[in-house]
């Protein structure tokens, strides 16, 4: 039997699981390798912060997923690639070894290491952090003054459009 193994459970991995639990194929075993066991629907992210989603309504379990299309789910992340061995290590120390790799690994954030950015930012990416930006911004007992670094598609125009009346921004 042959070994497909997915690395990253981002949306295009996700897309890959849902089709295999409705046409699985016979004789290849599938292993997604993810850093995280939630992942964030990215559509979804403005929404979120206005609070008109849950946390629940935009994540999804990878996991749960997964099972569901007979594949198994590793939790860790990938550090090393042999492709001569045709084997990956991982940061726990595993050795995997497939006959066919897919990597889908998303992308960094730029900018991270901008002096101040650790330290005073808020960091869009993994998308996770949302989580804590909301409850940041809520908890938040005066107006705030929110300086936009970077202006893609999401940042630009979405975010500063939704009714975020709790903030005053400066993009
Ligand atoms: C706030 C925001 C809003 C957006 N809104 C939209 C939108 O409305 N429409 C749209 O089309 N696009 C949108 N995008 C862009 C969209 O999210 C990306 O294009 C998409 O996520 C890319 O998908 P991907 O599968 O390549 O990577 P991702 O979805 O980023 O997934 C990568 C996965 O790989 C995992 N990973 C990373 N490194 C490793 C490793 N070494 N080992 C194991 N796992 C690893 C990560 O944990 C993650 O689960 C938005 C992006 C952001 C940040």
Known sequence: MKTLVLVGGGHAHVHVIK??????????????ISTNKKQYYSGMASAYL??????????????RLCAHSGISFIEDTVTAIDPVA?????????????????LDTGSELAGKNIPG?????Q??????????????????????NIVITGAGDWLGLEFPSHRLHYVR???
Do not use: C, H, W
């Open 19 to 32: 089709l295999l639990a409705k046409a699985p194929i016979t004789d290849v075993a599938v292993i997604l």
């Open 123 to 144: 960091m869009i990416k993994p998308l996770g952090n949302l989580i804590g930006l909301k409850e940041a911004l809520e908890a938040a007992d005066r107006p705030l």
């Open 169 to 171: 921004l400066a993009v």
């Open 117 to 121: 950015a650790q330290e005073f930012a």
């Open 86 to 102: 045709n084997s990956l290590q991982t940061a726990a120390g595993l050795r995997v070894a497939f006959d066919i790799l897919s």
């Open 50 to 63: 206005e609070g008109l989603y849950s946390e629940a309504d935009f994540s999804f379990d990878l996991p």
